[in-house]
Nanobody
Framework: QVQLVESGGGLVQAGGSLRLSCAAS????????MGWFRQAPGKERELAAG????????YYADSVKGRFTISRDNAKNTVYLQMNSLKPEDTAVYYC???????????????WGQGTQVTVSS
């Protein structure tokens, strides 16, 4: 089992940047594919970005391509989400998640963090 703790959320103006971090503890971090999901009020949760356990495959939702970058540091048991050119529609609770296996682009993740709020003002 792995425990996930997100940090780095907050309030930012449109066009600004934030970097989210997710620290993992428990079983070996490097065996997990990692994802950042987000859920806006009244909307379904969606996978914004994902990264394979070996850092050789990434996924981005069309809505964040070119603006968000997911990365991981296996030595620090941490995954990051760099968010640039933020828009009001990026406002959501962002969740870090982990799953065993090779597939990144799926909603079927095994472990979840508690979420961190990102609010983008216009």
């Amino acid at each position: 089992q792995v425990q996930l703790v997100e940090s780095g959320g907050g309030l930012v103006q449109a066009g600004g940047s934030l970097r989210l971090s997710c620290a993992a503890s428990g079983r070996t971090f490097r065996v997990y594919a990692m994802g950042w999901f987000r859920q806006a009020p009244g909307k379904e949760r969606e996978l914004a970005a994902g990264i394979s356990r070996n850092d050789d495959n990434t996924y981005y939702a069309d809505s964040v391509k070119g603006r968000f970058t997911i990365s991981r540091d296996n030595a620090k048991n941490t995954v990051y989400l760099q968010m640039n050119s933020l828009k009001p529609e990026d406002t959501a609770v962002y969740y870090c998640a982990a799953r065993t296996g090779m597939i990144v682009n799926t909603a079927r993740y095994d472990y979840w963090g508690q979420g961190t709020q990102v609010t983008v003002s216009s």
